[in-house]
């Protein structure tokens, strides 16, 4: 399952683009690292359908994004999310809990391995 509305990891992390320090994006699309948490693939299929579904992918096109620093500040955090929504079942989730973790231990390892990503 990768649709657009959560998978898309080349639009904005912030819904005010121009109006913030986000980089240009390579499509005006919005998708916050709550919105890729919020995520579920079987969401609104039947038992039987949800079982056919292996799993999620997050996309990036980069033919517009110039550098590997831009496309590490694209996909992190919310590649964290999206893992999230691999390893754990919509009733076991909390955002805030979740949150709190990659604001802490996460960020810590991103800078650690020297990663460019958004820590908002």
Partial sequence: MTPTDYCYFD?????????????LCAFWGDLTFEKVYSFNPTE?????AAAHILGAQANVWTEYIPSNE????MIMPRLFAMSEVQWS???NKNFETFSAKVKTWGFRML????FNYRNK
């Fill in 89 to 91: 079942e919509p009733a």
């Fill in 70 to 73: 831009q496309l590490e500040y």
């Fill in 111 to 114: 800078e650690l391995k020297g």
């Fill in 11 to 23: 639009y904005c992390q912030d819904p005010r683009k121009q109006e913030s320090d986000e980089p």
């Fill in 44 to 48: 609104g299929l039947s038992s039987e």
